[in-house]
């Protein structure tokens, strides 16, 4: 093994609470889980950049039936951009560890553009990151075989050389696939644990 290729949501940064979940759904109004079947189901193309923030809740609003404004449309933004933000600081010791062992880092997320300038203005350990693979600017998501296909080329090396880890066992076996070693996460001392054995 010689990168590590990360997913950043359920590994390095936290999914969203219940807390924030609440946020966004007492912002929009209306039925709970109709608001997160419309929110999921119209977030692939924004992932991939197809669509802005603005089309997305529209889409998102025209779905329940939802009267869209300017003002609503900035607040569902900023309520979501603040769903996405929290870190795992362990896992991003994790990341200054392996950089210290020579370990070579990617990154590879499915993630919309207003998301990740703000991951690029607030986090400074992306700069560890030799490869970032937002979703939104190589215009392919996870589990796409062309979003691991960018990350592998980027990285220039053999697909066998990467250890791919994500908390969705769908995107992992999709990595290994493609014939990326694959580590399904749980924790941050779990994952340590594995790359421990694999480091020379």
């Not at 979703?135 to 090396?157: D, T």
């Amino acid at each position: 093994m010689k990168a590590v290729l990360f997913d950043m949501f359920g590994v390095i940064a936290r999914v969203q609470s219940p807390e924030s979940q609440g946020v966004l759904e007492r912002t929009a109004g209306g039925d709970r889980d109709r608001f997160w079947q419309a929110y999921w189901s119209q977030r692939a193309p924004y992932d991939r950049g197809d669509v802005t923030g603005p089309a997305y809740w529209k889409g998102v609003c025209a779905e329940l039936g939802i009267t869209l404004d300017e003002r609503l449309t900035a607040d569902l933004i900023a309520a979501d951009l603040a769903s996405w933000s929290e870190i795992d600081g362990r896992s991003v010791e994790l990341l200054g560890a392996l950089a210290d062992r020579g370990v070579t880092l990617g990154l590879l997320s499915n993630i919309p553009e207003e998301l990740a300038v703000q991951y690029e203005t607030t986090q400074p350990w992306l700069g560890g990151f030799m490869v970032l693979g937002f979703s939104c600017r190589i215009r392919s998501a996870k589990p796409e075989p062309a979003a691991y296909q960018w990350c592998v080329r980027e990285l220039g090396l053999p697909p066998g050389d990467i250890l791919f880890v994500d908390d969705r066992a769908e995107n992992v076996h999709a990595a290994r696939e493609l014939g990326l070693q694959g580590h399904v996460f749980t924790t941050p001392d779990d994952l340590w644990t594995v790359l421990e054995a694999a480091l020379p």
